[in-house]
Nanobody, 115 residues
Framework: QVQLVESGGGLVQAGGSLRLSCSASGTGFGANLMGWYRQAPGKQRELVARISFDGMTIYADFVKGRFTISRDNAKNTVYLQMNSLKPEDTAVYYC?????????WGQGTQVTVSS
């Protein structure tokens, strides 16, 4: 069983940056495809970016060129560097495996971008 804890969210002005972290405890993190998801109020949760064990990445079109996902397998941690933030990036951000496992959802971290 893996527990995922997200951190690093906050309130930022449009154009600003934030770096999110997702720390995994327990077994089952290392070899898995990991991703960052987000859920805005009234919308479905969506996949933002994913990263393989060896660092191959794929991004959703709406964050391509602005967000960077990375991972440190020795620390069981996945990161999301978010630059050039827009108000529409406002959401709760979560990490999970790809595809996600229901039992792995953490509490998420709130990102709010003001205009």
């Amino acid at each position: 069983q893996v527990q995922l804890v997200e951190s690093g969210g906050g309130l930022v002005q449009a154009g600003g940056s934030l770096r999110l972290s997702c720390s995994a405890s327990g077994t089952g993190f290392g070899a898995n495809l990991m991703g960052w998801y987000r859920q805005a109020p009234g919308k479905q949760r969506e996949l933002v970016a994913r990263i393989s064990f060896d660092g191959m990445t794929i991004y959703a079109d709406f964050v391509k060129g602005r967000f960077t996902i990375s991972r440190d397998n020795a620390k069981n941690t996945v990161y999301l560097q978010m630059n050039s933030l827009k108000p529409e990036d406002t959401a709760v951000y979560y990490c999970n495996r790809v595809p996600f496992l229901i039992g792995y959802w953490g509490q998420g971290t709130q990102v709010t971008v003001s205009s």
